[in-house]
């Protein structure tokens, strides 16, 4: 019973943020949203804390009430559960929690433009982003992307005096439309080298992945000792991806696959500055399931 009540306060929270957000927060002091389109205001962090809270106590209804139709929750396992999956999965007892509770980390708001907001927790080696998106009846949360830092590996870079055709000028993705054509275009130029990457990586990224957290600052430089090197490195190839647009911002979820390497799940965020494109937010999960591709010997 106890359970029970605690779980249909959780909704009535959530409703009440919901549809009559600014009497419920009226009293609640937030964090002030932080970011390059103008102050989002605190539905989606308001939203996304008690979100989480449901979550953590089992509440499938929470996801019905706030997952956007697309909503996507790829684990740092690198597993990706769709949004009737997830809700299946814990109405059978078995379901997803956040990776990072809602005591564990404090959360971080930046939005992008006016139709996205980026919510990330960190603590230690796990990181999560809650990608929302404003639609026609709300804010609604499209994605959640996490990660486990596991052995640190050395960052291979993009594309260095290596032959690349997928990604770099051939991808198996069709847009729907020329916002999602410009995107893709975009993470492409970012694949060819590291001055397409300069050009189309925001100074301020961070890239989290299972293989580390790497800074803007020290992938330019592992790229120019490589390129002082000789190195040959090609960007793992493009198996699939889906771009939903949103205005002046954008999310990308993708698969790659490198030769003698794991598949990898990539949730990334795009955002249109005075007409160019960036990607500004980035978290990869490798597939901890997967084979490692091999290529076959040439006969």
Known sequence: MKALAMQTLGLAAIWVLAHAWPLALGAVPLPQAQGT????????????????????????????????????????????????????????????????????????????????????????????????????????????????????????????????????????????????????????????????????????????STNGTRSHASRVSVMNQQKASGASIAAPALLWARIWDFGDSALMLSIQQGNNAKAVWSSRVFHNRNGLWQMVEGYQMYVQDAVTMVNAPAR
């Open 37 to 208: 389109g103008g102050a989002v205001g605190p539905e989606p962090l308001a939203l996304d804390r008690t979100f989480v809270q449901a979550m953590g106590r089992g509440g499938s209804a929470a996801l019905e009430l706030i997952a956007d139709a697309d909503f996507n929750w790829i684990t740092a396992q690198g597993v990706s559960v769709a949004r009737e999956d997830v809700v299946k999965a814990i109405a059978s007892g078995k379901g997803l929690k956040p990776l990072i509770g809602p005591t564990d980390g404090q959360p971080t708001v930046v939005n992008y433009g006016s139709q996205m907001a980026v919510i990330q927790r960190h603590k230690d080696k796990t990181h999560s982003m809650h990608v929302w998106v404003k639609r026609a009846n709300g804010w609604k949360l499209l994605n959640i992307a996490e990660v486990i830092e596991y052995a640190a590996v050395p960052y291979g870079g993009t594309t260095i005096n290596a032959s690349c055709t997928n990604p770099c000028t051939k991808v198996p993705f069709i847009p729907g439309n020329a916002t999602q054509a410009a995107v893709m275009a975009a993470w492409q130029e970012q694949q060819t080298g590291p001055e397409g990457w300069l050009k189309r990586v925001a100074p301020e990224n961070i890239g989290y």
